[in-house]
């Protein structure tokens, strides 16, 4: 009987009408023919690394802005094009792209390295050897080339993070010691101050140039999504209004468009689960609604454990006086007997400090600092009931209950 039910679905499904005639041109890895409002990011660009062009070595470029501002799509279409002038030309250019977040290739300066000497067919394993040896084994493949070679790290911060300066320091100076390639470093990061937190001898190697990407604002965005829309759903299946609330959702945000195309999808989706006609605003604010949702249980479950002990301390403190701020004091008070209870090294009082100020910055809590004279400076907490309403904080907690 279920399994008659389930084919009947799909079989309806396949006969429903579809919304949707192109899904693809509304995901991340989506390339359209043309990058709106980037033009002068592009030329820029283009200047600094067209000598690849001509086998010379550009000059070391550091681009930096918010999520969603555009930087990864434009760096991929100027390399995509430089790939395909080489490919026709016969030129000595190899680009190599690397997203420094994916834990499989950049957790460690070892699994980082090996993949970049596997990008020049060294067959290396994923531990055993010492770093060093990967080192002089990337080196010679990359020498053995005799090419010019574009490196592109993506989230290069989440690196440094991870494996620190040194892995930068080594990467930026390996022209020393390569005698027929020579390699140029893309560095792109969405932390606007990360090139400060470099080391001196990093910092003046890797950012020799440096581009901003600005936020879009929202007529900006506007017409990124109707270049989208236009692409992805049938004609005339968006009602009037989405497309402008969308932009305007996606503005307040810091001008996120990656953000703004990703709810235009999810509410066609809904739209089309719901059989409709066409994507209307009910269906944009469901979308709202659940992204937003998504967005702070990932930015939950992907802090560190620490992170989890002090968010949990807030949630439990603040039971016991809901209609009430809490301090600093009281959150550090039960967050020592959590991390006693769960055999967790209890951080600091000030380091609390700065981890409350990162929930602020994320939004899940309001943080006031007031005085109290001579005793000093505190913090007066409130959560943020629009980003966690009950549904969401009784999911949290349990979600944090099974982490601690």
């Known amino acids: 009987m279920q399994e008659k039910r389930l084919i009947k679905f799909f079989e309806n499904f396949i006969d429903k009408k579809n919304l949707f005639k192109n899904r693809n041109s509304l995901q991340t890895n989506f390339f359209p023919e043309q990058i709106l409002h980037r033009e002068e990011q592009i030329n820029q660009i283009a200047n600094i690394i067209a000598p690849l062009l001509k086998n010379q070595k550009p000059s070391n470029l550091f681009l930096y802005g918010k999520t969603g501002t555009g930087k990864t799509l434009t760096i991929k279409y100027i390399t995509k094009q430089i790939q395909e002038l080489s490919e026709q030309k016969k030129l000595p250019i190899k680009i190599i792209y690397m997203n420094c977040k994916l834990k499989k290739i950049a957790e460690t300066e070892y699994r980082l390295v090996a993949q970049l000497a596997r990008e020049f ?164 604010d469901i979308a709202e609604g659940k992204i937003e949702n998504d967005r702070i249980t990932e930015i939950l479950l992907t802090q560190p454990k620490q992170y989890h002990a002090v968010l949990y ?59 109290k004279g001579r005793y000093g400076r505190t913090r007066e907490i409130n959560l943020n009931t629009s980003a966690l309403n009950e549904s969401m904080k009784q999911l949290v907690i349990n979600q944090l209950t099974n982490s601690l």
């Open 313 to 371: 301390s807030i949630f439990k403190t603040s039971e016991k006086r809901p209609e009430s701020a809490i301090f600093t004091g009281e959150i550090y008070d039960f967050y020592q007997k959590i991390c006693e209870q769960n055999q967790l090294r209890p951080l600091t009082q000030r380091r609390i400090s700065d981890i409350l100020a990162e929930f602020d910055l994320l939004g899940l809590i309001h943080a006031k600092i007031i005085s």
């Open 121 to 284: 067919g060294k067959a290396i394993p994923t531990t055993g050897f010492p770093t060093e040896e990967i080192y002089n084994l990337f080196f010679e493949a990359v020498d053995k080339e005799q090419k010019q070679i574009l490196l592109v790290l993506d989230e290069i911060d989440q690196l440094v993070q991870k494996t620190g300066n040194e892995i930068l320091y080594n990467l930026t100076r390996m022209n020393s010691e390569l005698k027929n390639s020579q390699v140029s470093i893309i560095g792109i990061s969405n932390d606007l101050i990360f090139v400060d937190s470099l080391d001196p001898r990093v910092k003046s190697s890797l950012s020799e140039e440096e581009i901003v990407f600005p936020p879009y604002n929202a007529m900006q965005i506007q017409d990124i999504l109707k270049q989208r829309a236009k692409e992805a759903f049938i004609e005339d299946s968006i009602e009037q209004g989405v497309i402008e609330k969308c932009a305007a959702y996606a503005a307040r945000d810091h001008g996120d468009a990656r953000r703004a195309i990703e709810l235009l999808r999810v509410a066609g989706e809904i739209a089309e689960r719901e059989s409709s006609t066409n994507v209307n605003l009910k269906h944009l």
